[in-house]
Nanobody, 114 residues
Framework: QVQLVESGGGLVQAGESLRLSCAAS????????INWFRQAPGKQREWVAT???????DYANSVKGRFTISRDNAENTVYLQMNSLKPEDTAVYYC????????WGQGTQVTVSS
């Protein structure tokens, strides 16, 4: 079955970096776009970044220039490199793919202290 497993979250100080991973299985990874979303306490889940099957990328304005999404098709993994982190980046980060319907991972917590 389709599985997405996020990892790499943690507690960092403002200005530091983290790299999140999304390991995928159960589908033909190379043909699917993967998205990163995040949800802060008390807020709606919001889109962060997308990478298409062809490697094109797009970012929310709030992270553009600081975050980079990439994929390793040999490892069936998508990464989210997060630099210059801010306290407002604190959230649970999820990866998602759509194959008929949406599939989500369990999320990984990112906490940025000021």
């Amino acid at each position: 079955q389709v599985q997405l497993v996020e990892s790499g979250g943690g507690l960092v100080q403002a200005g530091e970096s983290l790299r999140l991973s999304c390991a995928a299985s159960g589908f033909i990874f190379i043909t699917n776009a993967i998205n990163w979303f995040r949800q802060a306490p008390g807020k709606q889940r919001e889109w962060v970044a997308t990478i298409t099957s062809g490697g094109s990328t797009d970012y929310a304005n709030s992270v553009k220039g600081r975050f980079t999404i990439s994929r390793d098709n040999a490892e069936n993994t998508v990464y989210l490199q997060m630099n210059s982190l801010k306290p407002e980046d604190t959230a649970v980060y999820y990866c998602r793919t759509v194959i008929g319907w949406e599939y989500w991972g369990q999320g990984t917590q990112v906490t940025v202290s000021s």
